[in-house]
Nanobody, 114 residues
Framework: QVHVAESGGGLVQAGGSLRLSCVASGSNVNFDSMDWYRQVPGKEREMLAFITRSGVTHYMASVKGRFTVSRENAKTVHLQMNSLKPEDTAVYYC?????????WGQGTQVTVSS
């Protein structure tokens, strides 16, 4: 059984920074990728960035240049968010992918005030 948990959300002023973390439990895991998403009420969940097991990263246009995804170890991934904007306000989710299995966390709220 794999459990995924995000942390690091909170309230920040526009232009500020936050660092989200995501930690997975479980032994013998070997995730193919670690992904970050966000969701605003009433809208679809949006992929932001991912990092593969080999360290390849990819970013969506909406966050490229402002957000950085990094892998600390086989079970921990971070999302450094700089130059935050009010439109970045959302619940942020982490997803760990292993083969055909997706493991989602419960999300962490990020609120950016103007």
């Amino acid at each position: 059984q794999v459990h995924v948990a995000e942390s690091g959300g909170g309230l920040v002023q526009a232009g500020g920074s936050l660092r989200l973390s995501c930690v997975a439990s479980g032994s013998n895991v070997n995730f193919d990728s670690m992904d970050w998403y966000r969701q605003v009420p009433g809208k679809e969940r949006e992929m932001l960035a991912f990092i593969t097991r080999s360290g390849v990263t990819h970013y969506m246009a909406s966050v490229k240049g402002r957000f950085t995804v990094s892998r600390e170890n086989a079970k921990t991934v971070h999302l450094q968010m700089n130059s935050l904007k009010p439109e970045d306000t959302a619940v942020y989710y982490c997803k760990m992918v292993e083969g055909t299995f997706d493991y989602w966390g419960q999300g962490t709220q990020v609120t950016v005030s103007s």
